[in-house]
């Protein structure tokens, strides 16, 4: 898989076919290398990737993430398999923790350990291999990683890292970490709005249902940001650092500020200055590769 460097990011439970339809293609289009979608309550993760992949032609779709405790490392592996081995080679598999109350509350399972639970699984896809459709090569998984120690799994097990509500200089820690020859695929949301009181209140709207997971929070203290900054929605700084906004130069120095810290690909999750659910496809015009 030859992954571009500009990709988009977007929550797709809230779209109807035609508007999943229109999105995909219209990244496919402007010449996106791919579109991210995590799983968290709606759309099962396979299911809507293969039915992205039928409605495009080049675009790759990539999982970010599908969540490892919905499905056993055999079903992930043939699951997988599948769907390169039928588009050609264009489902990138990301693969994550997820969060406790995903885990728990929603799905009845224990929440292990991140790391180790992670390394478990990624050795019995490797041992299931056996059972899921043949091919040629073997296609890309990535994690989602955030600690240090999870970004070194990836980089030792899988073809890279792709961290998500972060800064550029959690970029260039992941880039260290990893090494030259993996991927890290960063995330990173943008707004197209200049004022600033709106921007920051839209941003804290976005912020506000991560804040209480302790997987982005402990990466928040670890990249410099206090208690105190983390309380209330967020304080201006840890705002104005999740969420690129501003004028299109402000947000491509954001974006380019990634690269230069080691980014091999940012995916942009276009935010709507509306505040409504769609993604801004107008950014993604003005963005596009």
């Given at each position: 898989m030859k992954l571009g460097r500009l990709g988009v990011f977007c929550f797709l439970d809230g779209l109807n076919r035609a508007q999943l339809v229109e999105l995909a293609q219209r990244c496919e289009q402007l010449g996106y290398a791919a579109l991210w979608y995590p799983e968290a309550r709606g759309h099962e993760s396979f299911s809507l990737g293969s039915f992205l992949l039928s409605q495009t032609e080049k675009l790759i779709l990539a999982?970010?993430?599908?969540?490892?405790?919905?499905?056993?490392?055999?079903?992930?592996?043939?699951?997988?398999?599948?769907?390169?081995?039928?588009?050609?080679?264009?489902?990138?598999?990301?693969?994550?923790?997820?969060?406790?109350?995903?885990?728990?509350?929603?799905?009845?399972?224990?929440?292990?350990?991140?790391?180790?639970?992670?390394?478990?699984?990624?050795?019995?896809?490797?041992?299931?291999?056996?059972?899921?459709?043949?091919?040629?090569?073997?296609?890309?998984?990535?994690?989602?990683?955030?600690?240090?120690n999870m970004t070194q799994l990836a980089g030792e097990?899988?073809?890279?890292?792709?961290?998500?509500?972060?800064?550029?200089?959690?970029?260039?820690?992941?880039?260290?970490?990893?090494?030259?020859?993996?991927?890290?695929?960063?995330?990173?949301?943008i707004l197209r709005v200049t004022d600033g009181a709106k921007a920051r209140e839209l941003a804290?709207?976005?912020?506000?249902?991560?804040?209480?997971?302790?997987?982005?929070?402990?990466?928040?203290?670890?990249?410099?940001?206090?208690?105190a900054e983390l309380e209330n929605g967020g304080s201006d700084r840890f705002l104005d650092a999740m969420v690129a906004w501003g004028d299109d130069g402000a947000i491509r120095a954001r974006i380019q500020a990634h690269f230069d810290a080691g980014a091999s690909h940012v995916c942009i999750q276009p935010l709507h200055p509306d505040g409504e659910r769609l993604p801004d496809l107008d950014a993604l015009a003005a963005f596009a590769p």
């Open positions: 999982t970010g993430i599908a969540n490892i405790y919905a499905r056993d490392a055999t079903t992930a592996k043939q699951g997988q398999h599948t769907l390169a081995k039928l588009s050609g080679g264009r489902f990138l598999l990301g693969l994550g923790v997820s969060h406790v109350p995903m885990v728990e509350n929603v799905r009845g399972h224990t929440y292990g350990k991140p790391v180790a639970t992670m390394r478990a699984y990624l050795e019995a896809m490797e041992k299931s291999a056996a059972f899921a459709p043949p091919l040629d090569e073997t296609p890309p998984t990535v994690l989602a990683a955030l600690g240090p097990r899988t073809a890279g890292a792709h961290p998500y509500n972060i800064t550029p200089e959690h970029t260039a820690k992941a880039r260290e970490i990893v090494g030259p020859e993996r991927w890290v695929c960063s995330e990173q949301k804290r709207t976005t912020m506000t249902p991560y804040m209480g997971l302790p997987n982005y929070r402990n990466n928040w203290l670890r990249l410099g940001f206090t208690e």
